[in-house]
């Protein structure tokens, strides 16, 4: 007996190990069959673009041929950090060569590397044998063949490239798939109509006369930290298409946004509003991104956050949400946004008494910017900004827009869907109004004329002794 089940014991672990062989094989199969399928697109995509590109790619190679010139040939790491030479259109600063460049087509001969299959469509960015910061990236990325597009180019488009390409080429590296690959060609088509950053442009520029502060999410966060151990409390601001909308209908709201300390461009609107004013957005500057920049930030320190607003549960939620994902953050307290205004002397006391450095307000906009802006003094914080749905996000209310969608500028309609009822007037009719006014202020080539004065150091006006003012007769009217 013993004998006869060692044995079916010995058939059982044999009948295992050929399932695990056998899956091992299918899957080195289906990895082939993926190498394959992508090596037979390149192809075909290669000569079909390169058989159209031809007016062009003819003459250069022959001038190439002939002169030695316009064509550089880059050293670059490909898959596995096997060095190839890119080869580059190179063509000066003439009036041909501008024209070139601004439809791509200094790129048109890497068409060829592809050809070559020293590159993919889809893959990390082809790095330079020297290039800074090389010995960060780790090994992941040279798993796969370099591409034309990836996921930080498709970012950095969006604006929304935060944290590091090393990051997100493994992030690629990790989930590569056919499917994943042909999605990021979709993005990238719609990425491309955005087009490529035109040069850097100021840290302080004006958007329909409101001031922004143009600088990538490190950067916001760095002042942010820096500005919790300063003397003068001081209000941020997420300034976005509806926002602009709202400014204009709503003088005491606008009032606000010119006096708050750092505004920051948020969406796709407000990215191509600066685009239409020759005035480039660094970075896509959201609440509900920079909440988890600033968490991290404040994790190990002494400075605390007060979480206010969303209804009665969701703030407590997030709290634990946070308690899981940053438990060295610190919260000094937290509290729903629906109370009286009965009830506000003791809220306000309450924040007071809690000794928080940052005050969150999660009330939706205005009231969020206002409320923030007429209790700064009293709230004791030092730093205090408006977050709009953040809460609702991060404590599980409300899913956020997948990655994807916001690479494509689509969050908005990922709004609009789960609450078309409530967001439809915010973002169909909302949306039209602010094309209709960034053309409107296009025309009149007055879209940031008058000059803001050292709005960098102004607190929120406090018309004490000089009447009151708007901020506070809105507020006082609700
Ligand atoms: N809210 C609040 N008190 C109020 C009204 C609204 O705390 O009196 C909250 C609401 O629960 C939601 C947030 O304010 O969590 C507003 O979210 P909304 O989606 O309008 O903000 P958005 O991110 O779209 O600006």
Redesign the pocket.
Known sequence: MPARSALSGNARSIARESRVRWARQRRAVRRLAAEALRRGVDLVVAVVVLVVLLPVVMPLLAWWGIYGRPVAREVRLGKRRQVFRALRVELGASRFATWLRLRGLDHSLVWLNVLAGQMTLVGPRAIAVDEPGLADAGGRRFLVKPGLVCLWWIRQRANIAFGSEWAADNEYVASRSLSGDFGILLRALVAGLYGARRGETAERIELFGLPITNVAMDEAVRRMVAQLDADEPRRACFI?A??VNLSFRNPAYRECLRTSWMNFADGIGMKLAGRAFGREIRENIC??DLFLFLCEALSGTDKSLFL????PG?VDDLHAWMRERYPDARVAGAR????TAEEEPQVIAEIAASKADVLLV????P??DLWAAENLAATGVKLAM???????YYSG??PRAPQWVREIGMEWAF?LAQ?PR??WR?YVCGNVVFLARVMWWKMRGSGFGTRISGFEDSGFVDARGQGESPVQRTTRRR
Request: charged share 25%; aromatic share 12%; glycine share 20%.
């Open positions: 976005n509806d926002c609440g509900t206010l607003g969303a209804k969701v729903h946004g629906y109370f999660a009330f939706g906009a009231r969020q408006g977050v709009g749905g953040l809460f609702d209310r409300i709004r609450e409530r967001l915010r």
